[in-house]
């Protein structure tokens, strides 16, 4: 087996990695693809890691290897895209499109079982493939590739053509130039994509001539399989391949072969350089996930945000005052602004809800849990710092800043947002302690049932603006593992009750079927949406408290 210095690549300097976040305002409609993206372990971690603990994991299914699966079900998806036309490209229609002869096996739908913990209307399955490739990328020892977010799921399915074995030459010619690469750039996709993996006995038993169940037939010699680089370059040079899509006994189907041999080696032969072949890759592959539909606008390139708060409770409590409590996190590590996370401690200031500033400090602890620290792909690392405090209901919130200490210089860096401060607003809070929601059961299902509480502001209650609930309802699809969102829409009804100048107004006992797990919503005042994007999960884990 080879070794392979990860910790080295993580630390390559990479005109990414130098990239500033210029312009990043919190809160941002793609903040929750950054944490998807960059909270892999630790504390606060999301975990979309789990999937590819390294290159060859496959939760110990004989011939499975995740990483290898989500690239190639990523590239399924964009086989079809008319770069022309402006149509298909990833835009997730291939899970519509897993019964096909050109889709064959379980990737596809494995994949989409991944991403069930993950998507939601803030992330979209072709968003999460776009970092199913970055991540694949990172653990198997590729160059950095960006990821862009914004991309649009198809509600059905797209048009066939994914490449096959048995096509000829120009027949895959002309399929990879309808999806933007040239003749050059296919021979470089398919040795990008074909470094990972391998050919399954039980998808194409006329090419490994053995159909047994996890038989598979590696790409490249060895562990090679496992490591991104340009092994299976190597191999179809020196004419000794394990790669059956050139050494196969049947040369109809030996489509790499044609393929790698197309413009007569030229570059095949500077791709066995691997720096060549790994700038190539990172090249090919970003356009590869970045081919979307022409009326996709994609982001620009998540950076690892250097500072993000997050608030966890904003709300009345049973004295009348409002109990705020969150985080914030800091980026640390070699490279950043702050090299080591020991030497740090970070506070608050806030305004009050009219923008007067108030010289209150609000103190921070660094949390034990994990040592209050946290990492993503390619070594980025981050410290957490909790706050819990309470605020005077007449005055409430406005904005906060957020000051990090270096404590060996004690220098402290004050944080606004871009010049307006981190903003809160406390006209509605949700009332999370008084929230609830269960399962009863119901012969073989179960009923689920939903409770919010939110606390508006009495000089926010007259006029006829509506309080309403903004529930995004999971809707299973025929032929499609994830399930669609549908915003299904409730009003709040007024308690009567009244606390230290807020009314309390109450979504009680809402019906949310059998299967709401991880479910969001948000809720909305008049047009303006005042609580954003809230998961369920933490509302079955209690009772609803009382208040009031
Ligand atoms: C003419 C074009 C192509 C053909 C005919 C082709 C064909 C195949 C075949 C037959 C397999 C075996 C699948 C299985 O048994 O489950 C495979 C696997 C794979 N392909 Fe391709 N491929 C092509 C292009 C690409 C491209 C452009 C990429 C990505 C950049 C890619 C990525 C992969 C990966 C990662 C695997 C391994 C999957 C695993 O181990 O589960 N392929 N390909
Ligand atoms: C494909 O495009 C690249 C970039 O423009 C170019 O360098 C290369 O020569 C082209 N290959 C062919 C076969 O046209
Ligand atoms: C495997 O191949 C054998 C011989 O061709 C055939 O009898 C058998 O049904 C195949 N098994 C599967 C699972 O396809
Ligand atoms: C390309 O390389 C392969 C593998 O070494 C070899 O079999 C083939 O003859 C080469 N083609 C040309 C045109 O040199
Ligand atoms: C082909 O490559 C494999 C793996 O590197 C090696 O074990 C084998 O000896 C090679 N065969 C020949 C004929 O060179
Ligand atoms: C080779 O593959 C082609 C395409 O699948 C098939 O039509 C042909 O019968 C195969 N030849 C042999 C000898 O198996
Ligand atoms: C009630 O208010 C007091 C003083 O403001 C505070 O110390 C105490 O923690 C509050 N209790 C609750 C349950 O918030
Ligand atoms: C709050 O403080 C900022 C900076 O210290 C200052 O520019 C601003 O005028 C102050 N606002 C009020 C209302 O005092
Ligand atoms: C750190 O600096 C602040 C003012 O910026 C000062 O009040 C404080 O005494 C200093 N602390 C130490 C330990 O020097
Ligand atoms: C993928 O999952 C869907 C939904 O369960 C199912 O209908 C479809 O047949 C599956 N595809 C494959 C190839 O198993
Ligand atoms: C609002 O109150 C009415 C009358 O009691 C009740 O039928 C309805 O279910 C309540 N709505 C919600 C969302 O709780």
């Known amino acids: 087996m080879k070794s392979h210095n990860f910790a080295a690549l993580a630390t390559m300097p990479s005109a990414l990695l130098s990239m500033v976040a210029a312009g990043y305002v919190w809160p941002d409609k793609y903040d929750y693809m950054e944490d998807i993206y960059m909270l892999q372990s630790g504390f606060n971690r999301m975990g979309f890691i789990d999937g590819i603990l390294s290159c060859g994991f496959g939760q110990r299914v004989p011939g499975r290897q995740n990483s290898a699966e989500w690239i190639r079900t990523a590239y399924h998806d964009i086989a079809t ?25 379980s990737a596809f739908n494995n994949t989409f079982g991944h991403f069930s913990g993950y998507y939601s209307p803030r992330s979209s399955v072709s968003d999460l493939l776009a970092l199913a490739v970055v991540g694949s990328m990172a ?38 130039a309808k999806q933007g690469f040239n003749q050059t750039e296919m ?5 990008c994509g074909h470094t990972l993996g391998s050919i399954h006995g039980a998808n194409f038993p006329e090419i490994t001539k053995d159909n047994s169940t996890g038989q ?9 399989a496992t490591v991104f680089d340009n092994t299976v370059v190597h191999e179809y040079l020196a004419s000794n391949t394990s790669n059956l899509l050139v050494a ?42 970045d081919t979307v539909p022409k009326e996709v606008v994609l982001s620009d390139p998540i950076i690892a945000r250097d500072i993000k708060p997050y608030i966890n409770l904003l709300a009345l409590n049973s004295n009348g005052s409002i109990d705020f409590s969150g985080y914030i996190r800091v980026r640390y590590g070699t490279n950043t602004k702050y090299p080591n996370a020991d030497d740090l401690s970070a506070y608050l200031t806030y305004t009050d809800r009219n923008g007067n500033n108030f010289t209150k400090i609000i103190s921070t602890t660094r949390p034990t849990w994990q040592a209050g620290t946290g990492a993503g792909f390619r070594g980025y690392t981050f410290v957490y710092f909790e706050w819990d405090t309470q605020l005077a209901s007449e005055s409430g919130i406005g904005s906060f800043h957020i000051h990090v200490t270096t404590k060996s210089t004690n220098t402290t860096q004050e944080y606004n947002n871009g010049g307006n401060g ?8 949700y009332q999370m302690k008084q929230s609830c929601a269960s399962y009863t059961p119901n012969g073989a299902v179960y009923d689920g049932s939903l409770t919010i509480m939110a606390a508006v502001r009495s000089t926010e209650v007259p006029g006829h603006k509506q309080l309403n609930l903004h529930f995004d309802k999971h809707v299973s699809r025929q032929g499609v593992v994830l399930d669609a969102f549908e915003t299904q829409i409730e009003a709040f009804n007024a308690t009567g009750k009244t606390l230290t100048g807020y ?21 909305v005042l008049g047009d303006t949406t005042v609580i954003d994007f809230k998961s369920i999960n933490a509302l079955t884990q209690q009772e609803c408290a009382t208040i009031g």
Do not use: W
């Not at 490449?163 to 002309?174: G, S, V």
């Not at 021979?187 to 040795?191: D, H, R, T, Y």
């Open 422 to 429: 981190y903003p809160v607003q406390d006209k509605v809070l």
């Open 503 to 523: 009314e309390l107004f109450k979504i009680d006992g809402m019906y949310i079927g059998a299967d709401s797990s991880g479910t969001t919503f948000s809720v």
């Open 81 to 105: 895209a008319d770069v022309e036309a402006g149509t298909g490209g990833l835009d997730a229609s291939i899970q519509f499109e897993t019964e096909r002869g050109e889709n064959k096996g």
């Open 248 to 289: 196969g006994s049947n040369d109809t189907l030996n489509s790499d072969k044609r393929i790698f041999g197309a413009d007569k080696n030229v570059t095949m032969n500077l791709l066995s350089d691997n720096t060549y072949f790994q700038t190539r890759c990172q090249d090919v592959m970003t356009r590869m996930i």
């Open 216 to 224: 598979v037939s590696h790409f490249e010699y060895g562990e090679s």
């Open 139 to 176: 653990i198997c020892g590729g160059y950095e590739i960006p990821l862009r977010v914004g991309r649009i799921d198809a509600t059905e399915a797209g048009p066939m053509g994914v490449p096959e074995p048995q096509q000829d030459l120009p027949t895959h010619t002309a399929k990879f």
């Open 187 to 191: 021979i470089e996709l398919v040795a």
